[in-house]
């Protein structure tokens, strides 16, 4: 961080960067609880661009209550789909039949599914207009550049040259944090040598809300349920299998989908385009600095194993937001270390520990070892026979059951 003082061109009370679905809900979530506070995002890409992601995501029970709490759900209820059931498979890609060893399903509480299928563009649009009515100011191609020391704040350069000051700098600027870097925080993680290709499919038949997921050799093959006979896929293989498949022509893709697919569903066609994201763990060290907060990605990515990596940072965005606004509440310096330290505790055993669930789920499921294929098969049937242990990873994929949960996540306000 460099030391020049400099006099700010603008000056807020948080200033959060990155537009993406955390630095969003996080921003939101402050304005909501203390409109006293000025808040405001910034972000690099240009307007518009961040809300073209094709992808969609699980989006656990616990961060659909968030949502409801902050006034975003009922713009992205019609575009969700509840996920009423999950089936899990171990098998080899060529196998006729795949045995089906796990199975959930049930709600959370009656009427609440654990988990909601829902298109990025809504949940990025829903927030984006929560945070305008709030009077929060985005402002695209913003990217920050430069930190800057200031007494009782925090300076921030834009590519552009202005200069913001804040008590605060929330940064939720992805797994390649420039700010994570600029504030001097390493990282401990590897790559799986493994890419994730996701696509949108439409089938000929209905999934019933219904979530597969099947451990392949190459990794796992997960189908979640869009509205509309559609699917979302997120198919695992070896990188440079990934890259030869996304550059395929689009026949001979749709034939390796259908193998690993099945036939379940009917013939498919995919809808929209496919890309493939190298996967990887990447966990930061500290999540606070002095003036400084991470939050999602840039503090923490993980493998789509388990569908939780974005709703890790929605975890983050409500245990932030709690943080800041209790703090604001008592009169106390919302960007001092000690207060974002409380930030940090809240979250880093939760975070280590869906890193390393998810590392050892992908270490033990994606190769095609004889022995650990039985292992597997033992394991999973003990769970499947376990209505305690199974209520277990309900409640795990509901985001509901790891150590105290912000009030956001419980549907309370904060
Ligand atoms: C294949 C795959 C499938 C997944 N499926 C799921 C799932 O089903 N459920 C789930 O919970 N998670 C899932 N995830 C994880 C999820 O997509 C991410 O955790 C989530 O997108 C992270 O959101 P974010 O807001 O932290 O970061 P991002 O969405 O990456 O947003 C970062 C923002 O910061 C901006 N930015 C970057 N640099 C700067 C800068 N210097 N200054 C200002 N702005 C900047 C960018 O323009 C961007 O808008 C999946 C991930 C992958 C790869």
């Not at 009515?133 to 300076?155: D, H, M």
């Not at 095609?368 to 499947?384: C, F, I, K, N």
Request: net charge neutral; aromatic share 6%; with cysteine.
């Amino acid at each position: 961080m460099s030391s020049t003082p400099t006099a700010a061109d603008l000056s807020d009370d948080v200033l959060v960067a990155g537009a993406g679905y955390v630095g969003l809900a996080t921003a939101v979530a402050i304005a909501d609880a203390a409109p006293g506070l000025r808040v405001r995002v910034v972000d690099a890409a240009p307007d518009g661009v961040w809300r073209k992601d094709e992808r969609a995501s699980a989006v656990a029970a616990a961060a659909v209550r968030m949502l409801r709490r902050l006034g975003a759900w009922d713009d992205i209820a019609p575009a969700a789909q509840p996920i009423t059931e999950m089936i899990v498979t171990d098998s080899r890609t060529g196998d006729p039949v795949r045995p089906v060893f796990l199975t959930f399903d049930g709600d959370v509480r009656p009427g609440e599914p654990f988990a909601q299928m829902v298109p990025n563009t809504a949940l990025n649009g829903a927030l984006r207009a929560r945070a305008d009515a709030l009077g929060i100011t985005v402002q695209a191609g913003a990217a920050v550049t430069a930190l800057e020391e200031r007494p009782g704040g925090i300076g921030v350069r834009l590519a552009d040259g202005t200069r913001l000051d804040a008590k605060l700098l929330v940064a939720c600027d992805g797994l390649k944090s420039g700010i994570r870097e600029m504030a001097g925080i390493r990282t401990v993680g590897w790559h799986y040598g493994q890419s994730g290709i996701v696509a949108t499919v439409k089938h000929e038949r209905p999934h019933g809300g219904r979530a597969e997921e099947h451990f392949l050799p190459a990794g796992p093959f997960a189908i979640l349920p869009l509205t509309g006979d559609r699917s979302s896929l997120v198919w695992t293989e070896e990188t440079r299998e990934a890259e030869r498949l996304v550059a395929a022509d689009e026949l001979i893709f749709e034939e390796e989908l259908q193998r690993r697919f099945g036939h379940r569903l009917g013939a498919l066609t995919l809808e929209g385009g496919r890309r493939a994201f190298p996967l990887g763990l990447t966990l930061a060290r500290d999540f606070v600095r002095p003036r400084i907060a991470l939050a999602g990605d840039a503090a923490h990515g993980i493998h789509p194993i388990a569908g939780q990596g974005l709703n890790l940072g929605f975890k983050d965005a409500a245990a932030l937001a709690e943080t800041v606004v209790e703090a604001a509440r008592l009169g106390r310096d919302i960007g001092a270390l000690d207060t974002l330290e409380g930030y940090q505790r809240w979250r880093r055993f939760d975070t280590l520990q869906m890193g390393v669930t998810t590392d050892v789920l992908n270490r033990l499921f994606s190769n095609d070892s004889t022995l650990l294929r039985q292992v597997r098969s033992l394991g999973l049937s003990l769970v499947d026979r376990a209505p305690g242990l199974k209520r277990f990873f309900i409640d795990q994929a509901a985001g509901l059951s790891s150590g105290p949960t912000p009030r956001l996540l419980t549907g309370e306000a904060i």
